[in-house]
């Protein structure tokens, strides 16, 4: 089946410095979503982008955050100043369309760790 | 807006022991239903799916009814075994949430031998 891929699996990074998570998504999916989970916490959503454009977010997804697809294969979430309560587990997942009963493909995750 | 609501955990059963795990939704229109799980240390994996009212999606011996009449979507499975120790989380999508899908907030399950 096909995959959703995520690197790094494990980033840490010091208050206040930007990252980048980067994702690869199935190849012929037009639906790209960011969702995160804090430890031990539910699966939020963030973000979902369509046609180089948010298409949706959430309240967590704010002026710190941005997403971009810099090129046919690659979807990225930026943090610009990372704050301690970023720290979680970032899943990026793509769907071939919108239609609800397709499902999302997730990927396996990027821990980050703020310290 | 759309939410989803799952039985609280953790759940600790022996193994062959007959699961449950209670989900229930409000939603507008007609959202499909999901099941994921995950498994420790990894991803989200869809378990299964049903997208229309009393349509039963079933894998690896796990089964969940569409009810529409009681909104809800419970996951059952006759046996359990130590390998289907997980979290498991109920989710949605569509009704007025268009693409993205809304997940309850898990139950972790242990199976113990």
């Known amino acids: 089946e096909p995959e959703v891929t995520q690197t790094p699996s494990h980033q840490v990074t010091q208050m206040g410095q930007e990252v980048i998570l980067r994702c690869v998504p199935i190849s012929n999916h037009l639906y790209f979503y960011w969702y995160r989970q804090i430890l031990g916490q539910k699966v939020e959503f963030l973000v979902s982008f369509y046609n180089n454009e948010i298409s949706e977010k959430s309240e967590i997804f704010d002026d710190q955050f941005s997403v971009e697809r810099p090129d046919g294969s690659n979807f990225t979430l930026k943090i610009r100043s990372t704050k301690l309560e970023d720290s979680a587990m970032y899943f990026c997942?793509?769907?071939?369309?919108?239609?609800?009963?397709?499902?999302?493909?997730f990927g396996s995750g990027t821990q980050l760790s703020v310290l | 807006g759309n939410s989803v609501t799952q039985m609280e955990g953790p759940v600790t059963l022996s193994e062959e022991a007959f699961l449950t795990i209670n989900c229930t939704y409000t939603a507008t229109g007609y959202p499909s239903l999901f099941w994921y799980v995950q498994y420790p240390g990894e991803g989200l994996q869809l378990l299964l799916k049903?997208?229309?009212?009393?349509d039963k999606g079933s894998n690896k011996g796990f089964e969940a009814t569409y009810r529409k009449e009681t909104t809800s979507f419970h996951l059952e499975k006759g046996s359990v075994q130590v390998s289907d120790s997980a979290v498991y989380f109920c989710a949605l999508r569509g009704g007025t949430s268009y693409d993205k899908v809304i997940f309850g907030p898990g139950t972790s399950l242990s199976v113990i031998p």
């Open positions: 997942a793509s769907s071939v369309g919108p239609t609800t009963n397709e499902k999302l493909f």
């Open positions: 049903a997208t229309k009212a009393d």
